[in-house]
């Protein structure tokens, strides 16, 4: 049984900075894709960026505006998939998803609900 759990969000002031974990555990393939979605309130469901577990340099969303503010990265344990957000802005408030598939990562997936098996519950994070 595939569980993505995600922590770390809450209610943060403009400016300030979050680290988001998902936390994946019962995917029995040692080789797989994790990324991070957002979707903010009245909009669809948006890619951030993903990772191949497995140690790939992360792809990020080519629209992801102020690029420079998110950081995606591993945890030692491969498992864990992390998402920093600096600076941040009214516009960042959403619930950010996990997602996984057990296939390698392509850029174009952050385009592709569809392409991603499996999904966390999400957390929400509201900037004020």
């Known amino acids: 049984h595939v569980q993505l759990v995600e922590s770390g969000g809450g209610s943060v002031q403009a400016g300030g900075s979050l680290r988001l974990s998902c936390s994946a555990s019962?995917?029995?393939?040692?080789?797989?894709?994790m990324g991070w979605f957002r979707q903010a309130p009245g909009r669809e469901r948006a890619g951030i960026a993903d990772?191949?577990?497995?140690?790939?340099?992360?792809?990020?969303h080519d629209d992801l505006r102020d690029r420079d503010r998110f950081t995606i990265f591993q945890g030692e344990d491969k498992s864990t998939l992390y998402l920093e957000i600096s600076s941040l802005k009214s516009e960042d408030t959403a619930t950010y998803y996990c997602?996984?598939?057990?296939?390698?990562?392509?850029?174009?997936?952050?385009?592709?609900?569809?392409?991603?098996?499996?999904w966390g519950q999400g957390t929400q994070v509201t900037v004020s």
């Open positions: 019962g995917l029995t393939d040692d080789h797989y894709c």
């Open positions: 997602a996984a598939v057990e296939e390698s990562c392509y850029s174009w997936y952050l385009d592709r609900s569809s392409e991603w098996k499996y």
């Open positions: 990772m191949y577990v497995g140690g790939s340099r992360p792809m990020y």
